[in-house]
């Protein structure tokens, strides 16, 4: 995909009239990261290096159609290969233990989930990584989208990713969600207790043919399989786990309910806020016993030691 992108801004930039050097001025870079680009060689491109060349070039939103694609092949093998087999399943059925799946995620959500990680680079990382997160979101409102069955640990509705303010945004996106035909959310209450995918989350993904893939994936790890016992297995898993949850209905009162007592306590003080209250309270009420303490004989006269 880096060839590909490379060979279009060079059949472009040729269309153009340009050298290397003056298409790098028109974008801000040196003329070398231009060679770069054209060779699919050095650091891949940048969001928004795709974006200034897609605009000087013309390419009418073709180079930034392409550079997920490129970003991508940063991603481990395992990594890549599940993206790719998501974007052509017929159905996802999905167990998330700690955020809200990516596809279901707000634009603030996925920036504080992203902005923690031991492979975040900088803050151009970041806005590129939410930039992908949110273009994968697009496929669900396709003529081909899949059939998507999530259950959440209650742990993923009840931790406030990114404050109140942004977690109650994401609940009631998934809320909206749920009124969707070809989507199905439940919620796995914690008195459930324990079960065979925790500490980690678990995608099972049904392909065209008839075959199926399944996904689990931890803080820091990724494993794809592709065995037909071995998913098998995991998709009896994922079959306990949505019959241990709560029913739709259930679980959309239950997202309700969080999102109502989240909205009640973003009203109240925070601690910081509460502890300086307290101070001055403390300070006020001990000024008034001081005061009150001083007692005045008739006449404005004090009593004799």
């Not at 790719?84 to 399943?89: F, Y």
Request: with cysteine; proline share 5%; hydrophobic share 40%.
């Amino acid at each position: 995909m880096a060839a590909l992108f490379g060979a279009r801004v060079r059949r472009l930039r040729l269309a153009a009239g340009l050298t290397q050097t003056e298409l790098g001025d028109k974008v801000h870079v040196v003329g070398t990261r231009i060679t770069q680009i054209e060779r699919s060689s050095g650091a891949k491109p940048t969001l928004e290096l795709a974006r200034a060349l897609d605009v000087v070039l013309g390419a009418d939103d073709l180079l930034v159609e392409l550079w997920p694609y490129v970003y991508r092949e940063a991603f481990p093998d395992w990594s890549r290969r599940f993206m790719e087999c998501a974007e052509r399943a017929v159905v996802i059925r999905e167990y998330a233990a700690h955020v809200v799946p990516g596809l279901l995620q707000t634009e603030s959500y996925a920036r504080a989930v992203l902005s923690v990680g031991l492979t975040l680079g900088s803050k151009e990382q970041l806005e590129e990584r939410v930039a992908v997160r949110m273009g994968r979101q697009k496929h669900l409102g396709t003529p081909d989208r899949p059939e998507l069955w999530v259950v959440l640990d209650e742990a993923v509705i009840r931790r406030p990713v990114g404050g109140q303010a942004v977690m109650c945004e994401q609940l009631e996106r998934l809320l909206e969600i749920m009124r969707a035909r070809h989507i199905t959310l439940q919620v796995l209450p914690f008195d459930q207790g324990e079960h065979d995918v925790m500490g980690g989350s678990l995608t099972v993904l049904a392909m065209p043919d008839g075959s199926e893939i399944a996904y689990t994936e931890g803080a820091h790890y990724g494993q794809l399989i592709e065995d037909p016992d071995e998913v098998r297995r995991y998709s009896l898993t994922y079959d306990r786990l949505r019959a241990e949850a709560l029913p739709p209905l259930m679980s959309l009162d239950m997202i309700r309910s969080v999102l109502e007592d989240n909205r009640h306590g973003s009203n109240l003080p925070s601690r910081t806020q509460r502890r300086r209250l307290a101070q001055e309270q403390l300070q006020q009420s001990g000024g008034r016993q001081l005061r009150g303490g001083r007692r005045r004989t008739p006449g404005g006269r004090r009593p004799r030691p």
